[in-house]
């Protein structure tokens, strides 16, 4: 079985460009998680998606955005890149939006903004 | 590959001997807990998760350990090898709620 897949691994851009980062879920999850890991710390919450809306939000700007498509998969969007976005952006899926069940991740998406 | 801590707390031991990884977490009301283990270049892989309503359980070779009069939980990897140098984060969850809060983790080191 496939696990929870990221696209690209590694993306490199410039100050104030855009971004899209894509996510896979396992099969047969239907919520999608975003959080991002800055160099030494844990993971940051930033969104989940259930059922193509969004059921969580964490404390990031409106230059991050994201959506569910109808076959779960996600995107990651984040606009008008600053220096400190540069971070490892996680994916997680689990079966349901608040399961207390555990979140498998991707191996995440490498972003460097030069 | 990259390193996922530069400055995280380090536990250096001996291949062969005990780790205990410890964890303090924020919320009193949470009620899922897991250990995530997550090695450079990866994105974290789970070990062992507990709920509130247990105080130890137990995996191979891995045993959590949860104190929620003060809020601590550990992580115990028996017999340690190489393969398991890492850095280890606790994860809290509350029912209900969809998102995980991650602890500020600890690299383990395991010395030949």
């Known amino acids: 079985d496939a696990g929870v897949t990221q696209s690209p691994t590694h993306l490199i851009k410039t100050r104030g460009q855009h971004v899209t980062l894509r996510c896979s879920p396992i099969?047969?999850?239907?919520?999608v998680s975003w959080y991002q890991q800055v160099l030494g710390q844990g993971p940051q919450f930033i969104f989940q998606?259930?059922?193509?809306?969004?059921?969580g939000r964490g404390n990031f700007p409106d230059r991050f955005s994201a959506r569910q498509f109808p076959n779960y998969s996600s995107e990651l969007n984040v606009n008008a890149l600053l220096l400190g976005d540069s971070a490892l952006y996680l994916c997680?899926?689990?079966?349901?939006?608040?399961?207390?069940?555990?979140?498998?991740f991707g191996q995440g998406t490498r972003l460097t903004v030069v | 590959g990259e390193s996922v801590g530069l400055h995280l707390p380090t536990l250096s031991v001996q291949e062969g001997d005990n780790s205990i990884i410890n964890c303090a977490y924020s919320?009193?009301?949470?009620?899922?807990f897991i250990w995530y283990k997550q090695e450079s270049g990866k994105g974290p892989q789970f070990i062992i998760d507990?709920?509130?309503?247990?105080d130890k359980r137990q995996g191979q070779r891995v045993t959590v350990l949860l104190n929620k009069t003060v809020k601590h939980l550990s992580l115990q990897i028996a017999a340690t090898q190489p393969g398991d140098s890492a850095v280890y984060f606790c994860?809290?969850?509350?029912?209900?709620?969809?998102?995980?809060?991650f602890g500020t983790g600890t690299r383990l080191k395991v010395l030949a």
């Open positions: 997680a899926s689990s079966p349901g939006p608040t399961a207390n069940t555990e979140a498998f």
């Open positions: 099969s047969g999850h239907k919520s």
């Open positions: 998606y259930y059922e193509k809306e969004e059921r």
């Open positions: 919320n009193s009301a949470s009620d899922y």
């Open positions: 507990i709920r509130s309503n247990m």
């Open positions: 994860a809290e969850k509350k029912s209900g709620t969809y998102k995980y809060i």
